[in-house]
C-alpha cells in the first residue's frame, strides 16, 4: 500500500522511512513537502498516513500543519485507509496523540506507532503491515 508521510527539518520520520526500504523491499512512500506555501499533493490512490506528533503534548498543535492542510483537501481524505503515528514517550499520555487524532476525526484506524527513530522490531512489523495491506 502506498505510504504518505511528513517529516521536518529533523528527518527522524524520514530516515523511519528509508529504514523500512532497506534489504531490497520497495515502499511506495510520497513525503509531503514542509514549507509553508507548498501546495499539498493530490493523491489518487489508497494510502496510510505516517505522522509525527508535534506540541509537546498540546492537542492544537499536535497535527504538522503541512498534514492538516493535505488532509483538508476532500480527495486525499477519501483515499485515507490508517495512520501510522511517531512520538517521544517524554509526553505521557500525548505520545502519538496526531496519529490517534487523525484516526478519530477521519474514521480509519489508527494501525500502529513507533518512538523517534522507531527500532528494528518496529521496522519490520510496520514493513510488513505496509506490504500486505
Do not use: W
Request: aromatic fraction near 6%.
Amino acid at each position: 500500500m502506498k505510504l504518505v508521510y511528513f517529516s521536518a527539518a529533523s528527518e527522524n520520520t524520514h530516515r523511519f522511512v528509508l529504514k523500512l526500504q532497506t534489504n531490497g523491499t520497495r515502499v511506495d512512500a510520497i513525503r509531503l513537502p514542509m514549507g509553508r506555501n507548498a501546495p499539498a499533493p493530490l493523491i489518487t490512490d489508497p494510502y496510510i498516513l505516517l505522522v509525527p506528533t508535534y506540541g509537546c503534548g498540546n492537542p492544537r498543535t499536535a497535527v504538522p500543519r503541512p498534514v492538516a492542510r493535505f488532509l483538508n483537501i476532500e480527495a486525499n481524505r477519501a483515499l485515507l485507509r490508517g495512520v501510522i503515528s511517531s512520538g517521544n514517550t517524554n509526553f505521557g499520555s500525548s505520545y502519538c496523540m496526531a496519529g490517534r487524532m487523525i484516526a478519530d476525526k477521519c474514521a480509519v484506524p489508527h494501525l500502529d506507532s513507533f518512538e523517534l527513530l522507531g527500532t528494528q522490531e518496529d521496522v519490520s512489523r510496520i514493513r510488513e503491515r505496509l506490504l500486505t495491506a
